[in-house]
């Protein structure tokens, strides 16, 4: 049980780290630089947090779904402000 937790709190903060460079990405013409890197800049810290808290590649596919939830949403709210 305490696994799952776990889990779930590791695609939750994925979730919540996108959000910002979903946001920013937003202000960027699609496919250039910035807008790349505003995609891939917070997977470095995915895996850190992935490999520290003991889980193998097993749980990628889950935490690849929060990080691109969190950039669809991080999207949605920037141009929901504009």
Known sequence: ???LFTIIGLII???VVS????Y????YKK????????IHLPIPFIVLLRVKAGFGWQVIP????GSVAG???GGIVSRRRK
């Open 1 to 3: 049980m305490q696994v």
């Open 13 to 15: 903060l994925t979730f």
């Open 19 to 22: 959000v910002p460079c979903g």
């Open 24 to 27: 920013l990405r937003q202000n």
């Open 31 to 38: 496919y250039s630089f910035m807008w790349f890197l505003l």
């Open 62 to 65: 889950f935490t690849l779904g």
């Open 71 to 73: 950039q669809i949403v």
